[in-house]
């Protein structure tokens, strides 16, 4: 791993895959704790239509995209509040519409040059040094957002209902999340592709959740469980010459599992003490 | 009869959805020591007259007053028990945490911790509650109703004048019912309890007074047995709209149920 850092574009990714890290493991951890997992991935989705909307009529990229993305992001949150009950159904509708209308106008367009699978995976290895500093300040804007109003949130992703109960604004905090989960998703989409995105927001925290004990551990350890997964994926795409974004999201799939397979032990471990410490022979179970 | 104001003042409130008045014409005033069961039909509106008095709704016609001002503006002086004691399960969060986001206030400076008094005062209400030592266990790790304890605590950090409870004994054990109200019956020494409930027995011994609600509200100033209550209970039906009254409690026929 060392030797690969020599080269700038491996630098370069590394650096984006611990950018990538923070932002998703402290977004994940919110969008986790908030059910807004379905959410997010209708928001990364549908934001392909913003894509299409953008080489179609030759308008500006990266603002075309977040604006689609936000407006996307927004009537969703606003029809999950209305018809909580149906909320899932709507999400998928526009999930699938946005997708569809992106490729659609990527069609019409004469000579495109995006392609759906660097959408889908990104391409974090070529990622250039202007990018990086966009996620950089992207970050530390959510960051600081989200620590502002951290006891509110933290409240409010509890238990909404007493969280309004006590005054916090619980609708403007709702909308500030999910437009903070869009416009996170379209810049990071940028460098790591979609699905990478989706699996850093839900793999790291879906893990840390149940090794801690607050919302802040939580979001800390899915931060580094992030930084963990890409560091070990990208050293394994560099040495075998594996597409790195796949790479990157079976190491944390792996890591999950073995999570899975840590609580089996530990439940057998407390359940031998636990008998032991009711005077009940093990053998006879 | 009471001669402070009111801490809730209800006049001519109606809420309605869908064409329908799920309350209609309800006047209610809620004095300090109070502690009012409202009981009635499923459907009835309860949950909706308590979402009311917490501000979670906007009343269709009338008005509704906490201390003279509109709910959702009355800061602290409400304490919330919800009915359900089990949602959000997996949150990463301890006893003791949950219990603080009572004494979260929104529009207090965003940068003071929170101090070691208001820790201090936490933990003296989870061992007033008897829950003292679930205070560093995460929520999962407990059962129903401890879990319901805990909900209780944060409800009272704040220090409420008035504690509003939702069906509260919903997930908790015929021992544990008894041991609840004998706690309510407590608080009520210090403070003002509005209440949800569907045990009508229990409730006829603990509360002093009794709101069958049903649209329409029926609001005795006594009650006398548990026979009464019944036949208010059982005369409504969310088809008819039953009258209005109040049933209260006299002091000496709680002593003498004791």
New interface residues.
Partial sequence: MIDALQFEFMRNALLAGLLASVICGVIGTLIV?NRLVFLSGGIAHSAYGGIGLAFFFGWPYMICTTLFALAAALTMAAVSRSMKQRADTIIGVMWAIGMATGILLLDFTPGYNVDLMSYLFGSIMSVPRSELISMALLGGGVLALVF??F??L??M???E??A??????VRALYYLLIGSVAVTVVVVVQVVGLILVIALMTIPPSI??KY????L??MAVSCGLGMLFITGGLWGSYRYDLTSGAAIILVAATGFLLSLLVDQVILRKRRQRWLKAHAIDGNDR | MPTAPPIVTITDLCYSTGGQDILHNINLDVFRGDFISIIGPNGGGKTTLLKLI???LKPSKGTIRINGRSP?MH??S?G?V?QHVN??L?????AL??VL??A????AS?WTRTSGQTKETAREILAKLGVADCAGR?IVALSGGQRQRILIA?ALVSRPELLVLDEPTASIDTKGQTEFYELLKELNKELTILMVSHDLLIVSSYAKSIACLNRCMHYHQSFGSSREVLDAFYSCSVDEICPVGVIAQQPWTIRKME
């Fill in positions: 704790v502002f109003f006891k509110d933290l409240v992703s509890y238990d209902e007493f309004q109960v006590q005054g916090v604004p840390a959740e801690t004990s607050s919302m551990q939580m | 917490l501000g979670l959702g800061g602290t409400i919330y919800p949602h959000n997996r949150f990463p969060a301890t945490d949950v986001m009572g979260h206030d929104p529009r965003r995460k944060r």
